[in-house]
DNA sequence: CGCTAAATAGTACGTATGTACTAAATTAGT
DNA sequence: ACTAATTTAGTACATACGTACTATTTAGCG
């Protein structure tokens, strides 16, 4: 027999439980990972019984769904913060943005949480939906820059461009993310992806992006 | 009381069930990730019985590293036999390992694998260990051809251009890898990728590397 | 107040998991 | 061919898990 749902959180006390929840799960999520996160855990945690939590989320998936979405509004918040004070110069937002996430990866939650979040997505549908939604919205203020700064781009170049730039950011987060080896030179790595992509968007051409193989292929 | 491991796999027998069970372990990891990856179903996958895998390992952690272990050596052969054919020229010694590393990003055992080591690095000591020293020797080869073609910079600014450089191909993982949205451009983002590198190996400087902080600050 | 809905706690059940333990079967060496 | 070591299978148990279900408490409102 089917659960239906009943908790729909509509009053005071109801949403702050809610966000209690989140929270726990979130916490569990980034200390222990995904492995270690039961529903009993995320009760545990938001100090509610178990019977509680179900009767808000009825099964663990909404509940990983909902953990989901409401801890990358929370990214996404700052990010729309930083994308609606944006510059003129486009070179100087561009900068701006790099800035912004390469530094936020020295945040502790940041560390942990995606790559979670990246290695959720090879298994699950939403969560691959979810990182979809995204990094297209990351990209957005980034091909803007790119399209401003280099006129003889398409879009789909444009597109490719901030595709590369934010993942090769995307990629330090296991290197130089909090507690990470690499740490300490967080700034020093801001500035050479800094002086990197300019430079990549700048010079680069069509003809480079879409020339048919590297000179030195692999035999 | 303790259980002592009393399987060496030093038989040929031995030996072949091993790589059943390692086989069979990171298929389940690389399919279902590791919140799936159980004694039985590994078992079941080797199509052995779980009291002969607890013979070669008595518990899953030890499982688990060895499992590490025997995946990343496979990678890892791969990538020594590129190294060992060096080129003496630097440039194209640089572009083949460039080109070796993004398109292996399109190996679905690649772009699963990875991920899930990641997010394991994060909470397992052991894995995090292996991460540090798997890129570390992908970088070598790295540091070598930057060395040469970039005189000016020494070894430690060296070392993060490389860093930044190997991070920058493993971000791409979740983007361009086998399955992922787009897995198309493959091609071009190797291709935006070898440009952007070429260009900051050559024309990065001490001085950009270590200036204090960026010139669009976030506020 | 009293009444209804929302929120919370508690219990129960079937299943999966890690691992300890025992016994049987197979292999290899002499 | 016999024996000892290796390999394999099977059973058992305590614990954890997801979730269905019921009962109790709390909050809001006429």
């Not at 994308?83 to 942990?112: C, M, Y």
């Not at 030179?185 to 990549?200: E, G, P, R, V």
């Amino acid at each position: 027999m089917r659960n239906i749902r009943k908790g729909t959180g509509e009053s005071r006390r109801g949403k702050e439980t809610i966000l209690l929840i989140l929270d726990s799960a979130k916490s569990i999520l980034i200390e222990e990972g995904y492995s270690k996160l039961s529903m009993r855990k995320v009760a545990l945690g938001a100090q509610i019984s178990v019977g509680n939590l179900q009767y808000y989320y009825p099964n663990k998936n909404d509940l990983l769904k909902d953990m989901l979405d409401h801890s990358i509004d929370e990214f996404m918040d700052e990010f729309e913060r930083l994308r609606l004070g944006a510059n003129n110069d486009p070179e100087l937002h561009l900068k701006s943005i790099i800035n912004f996430i390469v530094l936020d990866l020295g945040n502790p939650t940041t560390t942990t949480f995606y790559p979670e979040l990246w290695a959720l997505a090879n298994h699950d549908e939403y969560a691959d939906k979810l990182m979809d939604e995204i990094y297209a919205r990351v990209r957005v203020p980034l091909e803007d820059s790119i399209m401003r700064l280099n006129p003889t781009l398409n879009f789909e170049q444009v597109q490719k461009v901030a595709l590369f730039i934010s993942s090769s950011m995307e990629g330090m987060t296991m290197f130089v993310g909090h507690g990470k080896v690499w740490n300490d030179s967080i700034q020093h790595m801001a500035n050479i992806a800094t002086m990197s992509f300019l430079q990549l968007v700048k010079n680069i051409t069509p003809e480079t992006i879409e020339q048919a193989s590297l000179e030195a292929p692999l035999r």
